[in-house]
């Protein structure tokens, strides 16, 4: 197939992935709806899982690892009710798709993670899909990112037993944090709003993710 017909499939596709997964499931925040229309999941992915980049699923990145089925993508990315001055901290850059997806819609987007190959090839995708807004670090993301801190908003992509502590302490005030909270096995998305010195919890839909290794996390 000639290179513009492919990149024509896969836009395809992800409208289709829109439609069919997003939209009659409800995702209504037009600024996610457009943002997964562009990002190019498939070069996130990797080839090993070409043909399948737009399903609805889960997919193996290696190390143990997944990127996140897209429906739990824009969940979470809505859940934050992102705004395009937002600094948004990441925890669990994995692939770098989840990155993506926030750095189209806000202004800064900083991503922790803990495995040295994961960070150095979401890097390098960033580079080469021309993401100017992301920042790596290679660290336990359970500590935060002090020296970039506050953020507005902050997204845990791995399951937690509870919300590491350095996160709310990062948190800006007003600011929204989304994790997946609960045992190794089996969690659901929590919502944190911080309103001024009170914090408000909201649980939203249930969700299986590997899990948050760290000080604050589970133990490796
Ligand atoms: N957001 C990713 C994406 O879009 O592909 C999916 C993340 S994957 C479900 C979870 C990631 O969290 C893994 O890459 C894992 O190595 C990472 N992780 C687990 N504990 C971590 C920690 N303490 N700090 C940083 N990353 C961590």
Not at 130 to 148: F, H, M, Q, R, S
Request: net charge negative; with cysteine.
């Amino acid at each position: 197939m000639a290179p513009e017909d492919k990149e024509n499939n896969y836009k395809d596709m992800r409208e289709e992935m829109v439609t069919t997964q997003l939209i009659r499931r409800g995702i209504r925040d037009f600024n996610v709806l457009c943002a997964m229309r562009k990002v190019p999941r498939h070069v996130f992915a990797g080839p090993s899982n070409a043909g399948r980049a737009y399903a609805d699923m889960a997919l193996d990145i290696g190390m143990h690892q997944t990127i996140s089925q897209p429906y739990m993508v824009a969940v979470m990315t809505e859940l934050l009710a992102l705004s395009n001055s937002d600094k948004v901290l990441e925890i669990g850059t994995g692939s770098g798709y989840q990155a993506a997806v926030l750095s189209e819609i806000v202004a800064r987007v900083c991503t922790v993670e803990r495995i040295e190959s994961l960070a150095v090839e979401a890097k390098g995708k960033f580079a080469e899909s021309g993401y100017e807004n992301i920042d790596v670090k290679l660290a336990d993301g359970t500590l935060g990112w002090p020296e970039e801190s506050p953020f507005d908003k902050i997204i845990i992509t791995a399951a937690a037993p509870d919300i590491p502590e350095p996160l709310i302490a990062q948190l800006a005030t007003y600011g929204i944090l989304i994790a997946p909270v609960g045992d190794r096995h089996s969690q659901s998305l929590l919502k944190i709003v911080k309103d001024g010195e009170t914090i408000q919890k909201s649980h939203h839909v249930p969700c299986i993710f590997v899990p948050l290794i760290g000080k604050y996390g589970w133990a490796d």
